[in-house]
Nanobody, 123 residues
Framework: QVQLVESGGGLVQAGGSLRLSCAASARTNSRYAMGWFRQAPGKERQFVAAIDWSTSTTNYADSVKGRFTISRDNAKNTVYLQMASLKPEDTAVYYC????????????????WGQGTQVTVSS
């Protein structure tokens, strides 16, 4: 069983930055790919970014490329999402997820979810 706990959300003005963290309760670095997803009110959850834990290969949604960076710290079992140049349309609850492989996570196949953290970008 893997437990994921997100933190770092908050209120920020457009153009600002935030860093989200996702701490895993178990050793995920040799077993899972990790991803970030977001869900805005009235919309479906959508993929944001993913990272393969062992090779650090990454993948991003087109809407965040060049603005968001996903990274991981194996020693801390933690994945980060650095968000820059934030826009009001980035407002959503952001979820961390763990899946069997990078491309599975990119496709939304996630075995474990965190509880989510709210990000609100004001204009």
């Amino acid at each position: 069983q893997v437990q994921l706990v997100e933190s770092g959300g908050g209120l920020v003005q457009a153009g600002g930055s935030l860093r989200l963290s996702c701490a895993a309760s178990a050793r995920t670095n040799s077993r899972y790919a990790m991803g970030w997803f977001r869900q805005a009110p009235g919309k479906e959850r959508q993929f944001v970014a993913a990272i393969d834990w062992s090779t650090s290969t990454t993948n991003y949604a087109d809407s965040v490329k060049g603005r968001f960076t996903i990274s991981r710290d194996n020693a801390k079992n933690t994945v980060y999402l650095q968000m820059a140049s934030l826009k009001p349309e980035d407002t959503a609850v952001y979820y961390c997820g763990a899946g069997a492989a990078l491309w599975a996570v990119v496709g939304g196949s996630v075995g474990y979810w965190g509880q989510g953290t709210q990000v609100t970008v004001s204009s």
